[in-house]
């Protein structure tokens, strides 16, 4: 039997992991990264001009994504504390930290006595506490909301900018690039016959998908397969009827472990016996972090789709922490 999952843990998970998707400022939606003469300006993920005098010096990461990004930018000793739920799941970035807060409020008393430059936090949160912050004259940076991987290179050139390591975030996004083209290359010209299609089961109770405007779906895409959500032009995180994946009967099956230690706590489930995923061995587990946080390690998840979907050019599904 799955995991049951309670509503308010869920909310907690998905606002740390997710956060809400906002409307980007500027043309075309892309995020503005420039420098100006009196130091660093970007724009974030709530749409607010970021201005820096100089590259941020001391950083509290309320962002467990943006904390990934630090240390992918050689930076990570910047970092003076972090968010409560990187240290209660035992990130080993989170090693020798206490937690300062989350998306549902921040310690606003440890923050000021850290005395950081920045504050990296979520789009989504407690707004009084992020203007408790701004009012001790502490710049908040909100990560940007991704939809799809080209937000992760935003997202990596806006805090290497912040960081002062700006050719590292250049270097990082190039070498991403390079992973992600080089599995889409080998799927972009199959047939949708030949791609499978796909249901990314987020939680069990009530059962619920990633939509086509989600970094989920992205990655799905680019992997090669087909998100039997997004056909239906559903967004989001969305509740998702029993009666109609049945009716779609996807041919793979993908869920985090924090749902599913492995696959029999999905194939065992008797609801989901009729469909083609479960009866030709076709379900798998994936580490939450890597196609849950939207950072350079995005590739590690993308490598794992794309053998879960297509075996016979990328070679058998491994598991890949």
């Known amino acids: 039997m799955l995991k049951r999952v309670v509503y308010a843990v869920s909310a907690a998970v998905v606002l740390l992991l997710i956060a809400v998707p906002v ?5 075309k939606g892309e995020v503005e990264v ?12 709530n749409g607010d001009i970021i201005k820096i005098a100089s590259p941020a010096e001391r950083i509290v990461v309320i962002s467990p994504s943006a904390l990934e990004i630090i240390s992918g930018l050689g930076v990570i000793d910047k970092v003076v504390e972090v ?8 990130d080993p970035l989170a090693g020798g930290f206490e937690g300062a807060g989350d998306s549902f409020g921040l310690n606003i008393e440890k923050i000021a006595a850290l005395n950081p430059d920045l504050l ?8 009084d506490d992020y203007q408790k912050i701004e009012e001790l004259g502490i710049e908040i940076y909100r990560v940007i909301s991704v939809s799809g991987i080209e937000g992760v290179y935003e997202e990596i050139a806006n805090i290497g900018r912040l960081t002062g390591s700006g050719d590292k975030g250049e270097e990082l996004i190039k070498e991403l690039k390079k992973s992600v083209d080089g599995i889409y290359n080998e799927v972009k010209n199959l047939s949708d016959e030949d791609k499978p299609e796909v249901f990314y089961e ?3 109770d009530p059962l619920m998908s990633a939509g086509m405007d989600t970094f989920v779906n992205d990655l799905i895409e680019k992997a090669g397969g087909i998100n039997i959500v997004a056909q239906d032009s559903i967004t989001g995180w969305p509740e998702y009827s029993l009666e109609t994946l ?5 041919d793979v099956i993908v869920a985090p472990m924090s749902l599913a230690a492995d696959p029999s706590a999905i194939t065992g489930d008797e609801r989901f016996s009729s469909i083609s ?25 993308l490598e794992m789709l794309s053998k879960a979907f297509h075996p016979y050019i990328f070679g058998e599904f491994e598991i890949m922490e």
């Open 23 to 27: 409307c980007l400022l500027g043309c």
């Open 34 to 45: 420039k420098s100006v003469t009196e130091g660093i300006e970007v724009r974030d993920g």
């Open 83 to 90: 968010d409560n739920y990187s240290v209660t799941s035992g």
């Open 120 to 127: 990296i936090a979520v789009s989504g949160g407690p707004d």
């Open 202 to 204: 987020v939680w069990n």
């Open 246 to 250: 049945i009716e779609k009967n996807p």
């Open 277 to 301: 995923a479960v009866k030709n061995g076709r379900v798998y587990v994936i580490p939450d972090n890597p196609v849950s946080r939207p950072s350079q390690n995005l590739d590690i998840a």
